[in-house]
T-cell receptor, first 114, second 116 residues
Framework: DAGVIQSPRHEVTEMGQEVTLRCKPI?????LFWYRQTMMRGLELLIY????????DSGMPEDRFSAKMPNASFSTLKIQPSEPRDSAVYFC????????????FGQGTRLTVV | GNSVTQMEGPVTLSEEAFLTINCTYT??????LFWYVQYPGEGLQLLLK?????DKGSNKGFEATYRKETTSFHLEKGSVQVSDSAVYFC???????????????FGQGTTLQVKP
């Protein structure tokens, strides 16, 4: 397996535009996590899915953020409209549902909103 | 609520020095504990893990022991190298009453710089 694949790697967009980040988890994994990393706030859990079902979205900062997982091999995180304070690195991770399960991370998407 | 607290960085050490990065947690139930490492420009990678009290996780010379009585999981290494320079994250994996896993929560990360 190629690991967790995120796209794009870098995204620069203007304030007010819609941004869609994409993630392909490792085949067979049960969980998918979306995280946001900034210098100020560290690594924040935004939302996670179990078998494609959203379990906890309490970390989603605002209604401008939404995430979907239409099938076991694909997830999106959408920001509409985007704002400069959304600039961060967004990571997707996936894992099995075991107590010792390692979470495998993608390379991240560096989002810059100008 | 559930959370992980790490010592603030950056931590700057000379090569071959002893390393300790403190991690304490607050969690409902009985979590599994992990240390992840992040090298520049990359995602996080698992360094070591422990799933029950008194378990010791170890990898690449790093160690951490699951201490339930002090709710801690401190990371140690006897002799650091320049190549260990990275950001280190402590994390907990919550379990529900059925023993299933769920939320994976990270600390804020600690930057380690090792100088030759």
């Amino acid at each position: 397996d190629a690991g967790v694949i995120q796209s794009p790697r870098h995204e620069v967009t203007e304030m007010g535009q819609e941004v869609t980040l994409r993630c392909k988890p490792i085949s067979g994994h049960d969980y998918l996590f979306w995280y946001r990393q900034t210098m100020m706030r560290g690594l924040e859990l935004l939302i996670y899915f179990n078998n494609n079902v959203p379990i906890d979205d309490s970390g989603m900062p605002e209604d401008r953020f939404s995430a979907k997982m239409p099938n076991a091999s694909f997830s999106t995180l959408k920001i509409q409209p985007s704002e400069p304070r959304d600039s961060a690195v967004y990571f997707c991770a996936s894992s099995f549902a075991r107590v010792d399960a390692e979470a495998f991370f993608g390379q991240g998407t560096r989002l810059t909103v100008v | 609520g559930n959370s992980v607290t790490q010592m603030e960085g950056p931590v700057t050490l000379s090569e071959e020095a002893f390393l300790t990065i403190n991690c304490t947690y607050t969690a409902t139930g009985y979590p599994s504990l992990f240390w992840y490492v992040q090298y520049p420009g990359e995602g996080l990678q698992l360094l070591l893990k422990a799933t029950k009290a008194d378990d010791k996780g170890s990898n690449k010379g790093f160690e951490a022991t699951y201490r339930k009585e002090t709710t801690s999981f401190h990371l140690e290494k006897g002799s650091v190298q320049v190549s260990d320079s990275a950001v280190y994250f402590c994390a907990l994996l919550l379990r529900d009453g059925s023993g299933n896993t769920g939320k994976l929560i990270f600390g804020q990360g600690t930057t380690l710089q090792v100088k030759p």
